[in-house]
């Protein structure tokens, strides 16, 4: 089984460009997560999709968005750069809903965002 | 406010000897709390859960406990080895059908020969 892609791995912005991060989840995962990671910290959790829909939001502004696709792959947009967006992007997919307390994330490698 | 603090930024231990890792947090009450270890450059990868209700999991050299009275999770690694050296992640779950997930920011572990 293949697991969670992203891409691009590195990418440099000017701060107030807009960004599209890609992601595309496990075989079998329905559900997928976006982290942002600073340098030294623990990822910070954005939003989760389901079924297409945003299903639970950390406490980043509006100008983080995302989408996803019937095929489970999802994109995080990031609009008017800031120099503290510079971070590591994590995607996160997982199994369909039922016991969820009984899984973990599987996680991709991130994308390696720098705005300058 | 919530808050997870993991106990230490950094810890050095010996080969062979048990790694012992807390996360502790407030101000919470996980329905399940996880364990994810992270290499430089890597996306984090799963290595154990434990639900509310569980007092302690194990998985091969691996231990983890939860204690909701204490408001504290151990995370222990028996007869370690270089190969452990890494940075390890507690994560928190309020909800077992929430998405929202919160990660504390790590402890690295250095294993020496």
């Known amino acids: 089984e293949t697991g969670v892609t992203q891409s691009p791995t590195h990418l440099i912005k000017t701060r107030g460009q807009q960004v599209t991060l890609r992601c595309s989840s496990q075989?079998?995962?329905?559900?997928v997560s976006w982290y942002q990671q600073a340098l030294g910290q623990g990822p910070q959790f954005i939003f989760q999709?389901?079924?297409?829909?945003?299903?639970g939001r950390g406490n980043f502004p509006p100008r983080f968005s995302g989408l996803q696709f019937p095929n489970y792959s999802s994109e995080l947009n990031v609009n008017a750069l800031e120099l503290d967006d510079s971070a590591l992007y994590l995607c996160?997919?997982?199994?369909?809903?039922?016991?969820?307390?009984?899984?973990?994330?599987?996680f991709g490698s991130g994308t390696r965002l720098t705005v300058v | 406010s919530q808050k997870i603090e993991q106990n230490s930024e950094a810890l050095n231990i010996q080969e062979g000897k048990t790694a012992t890792l807390t996360c502790n947090y407030t101000n919470y009450s996980p329905a399940y709390l996880q364990w994810y270890r992270q290499d430089p450059g890597r996306g984090p990868v799963f290595l154990l859960l434990?639900?509310?209700?569980?007092k302690e999991k194990r998985k091969e050299r691996l231990k983890v406990t939860f204690d909701t009275t204490l408001k504290q999770s151990l995370f222990h690694i028996t007869a370690s080895q270089p190969a452990d050296s890494a940075t390890y992640l507690c994560a928190l779950f309020v909800n077992t059908n929430a998405g929202k997930s919160t990660f504390g920011d790590g402890t690295t572990l250095t294993v020496k020969p």
């Open positions: 999709y389901y079924r297409e829909e945003e299903n």
């Open positions: 996160a997919s997982s199994p369909p809903s039922g016991d969820r307390g009984s899984w973990g994330y599987t």
């Open positions: 075989s079998g995962h329905n559900t």
């Open positions: 434990i639900r509310e209700n569980e």
